[in-house]
């Protein structure tokens, strides 16, 4: 496992070390530590719709920059190198002139102490003659000073192919793996791959992160997806949104995945996700959920009872909330009497033994930022309890009201007498594990020079 340093500063231009975050986040064997200045948890918050706890959720260790007897503050703490980005003038100069008043400035001074890669992604312009003269003196000590210059050989389409260009190259620095998109000029990837470059090379992961993933898990319905998919492209085309929307085809017995194949044949933004054998909705769900690439995520159903129209509005309710439910307040219009009656009294039965006050804990019709999906794990049934699940990692869930429409084609795949009893015994299982929860604050922490934070 490499260890990776990473320092987000004051300079603007935090998107720089977010985007920088989730890419390591998907390179195997890596760890990234993260320091964020105080300026740089102030710049996150003016500059983009990420709260600090979530950027800082995006690294596997997590330091205060005041905390100078961190591990990374030693020599001794192997690392495979440190990047600061975006990196402040100010900074550069407390690492020029070995200020190691803070984290950063003392990790910073120990790569290159210990001969390690340090890689700064300076944002600053323009340059009078003393931060030249900063700039030169790291430059002679071994750091490598890579300005997030914007290229535009690649034909960038939006902001973010120009913020992972500068960090693919910061990657190659570090050695470190990438897909390479938005790398090599046009003569240069026709060279390597004997074609011209296309919108397709665009859309990779890396070149151009999705703004949405929406997740259906699919289980027999064949009638209702032709219906579906057009309505979803017709609710988010004007919105202008990069997204894709991802079909788990859970064992379905019918033409369920050979219709998909055909929307994924005429619209890139298909994906395919089909399991063996029907492994049931939880499975279906968490299949989808470990293969998103959106800054957020939808969860639906591919019945048609929920209404596509409801997403561009619980999307707005994530610049301030972690997680958005439905609340179906309209079941008379898609529900029997007896299905209505029997949600209410579990509802009911929920909200008594897990201590919580949703309204409708069986709707599955719901919106999350993705960070807030990392390291979910989630069990046979537990699909009905994410929202719980969350609140219990310290995230917040907002309730709100959605469409539910009658269902047109197929069958219900639940009915009281399949789930209850199962039900039931899964909120036991939630009960016990919020009674269980670890709950305590560090109130000091001294020393621990040298020491791995694991």
Known sequence: MKRLVVGISGASGAIYGIRF????????????????SDAGRRTIVEETDYTVDAVEA??????????????????SFKTAGMVIVPCSIKSAAAVAHCAADTLIARAADVTLKEGRPLVLVVRETPLHLGHLRVLT??????????????????????????VTHTLAR?????????TGAGMAGPRAARAAAGRRVTAADSASPVASPLDLSIVLPVYNEEENLPLLWPEIRQVLEPTRLRYEVIFVDDGSRDRSAEIIRSFREQDPRVRLVRLKANAGETAATDAGIKTVRGRHVVVMDADLQNDPHDIPGMLAHLDTWDAVTGWRVNRAAGDSWVRRLSS???????????????????????????????????????????????KMRGFRVLEVPVNHRPRRFGVSKYGIGNRAMRAFVDLLVVRWMKDRLLRYEIAEDVGGEGRDPR
Not at 147 to 153: C, D, E, G, N
């Open 58 to 75: 995006l690294a596997a260790r997590r330091y205060r920059n005041r905390d100078i007897g961190a591990a990374v503050a030693s020599g």
């Open 344 to 390: 209410r009294i579990a509802n009911r039965v929920r909200n008594r033994l897990s201590e919580e006050t949703i309204q409708d804990s069986g709707c599955t019709f719901r919106a999350f930022r993705r960070e807030c999906l990392r390291d979910l794990a989630l069990y046979k049934g537990f699909h009905r309890f994410i929202p719980t699940l969350l």
């Open 137 to 162: 003196a790291l430059a002679e000590m071994g750091a490598v000073i890579l300005p997030p210059m914007p290229a535009f050989y690649n034909r960038p389409k939006q902001i973010d192919d120009l």
């Open 21 to 36: 975050l989730e890419l390591l986040r998907g390179i195997p064997d890596v760890e990234s530590h993260l320091i964020v």
């Open 170 to 178: 910061v990657l190659d620095r570090l050695g470190l793996p990438h």
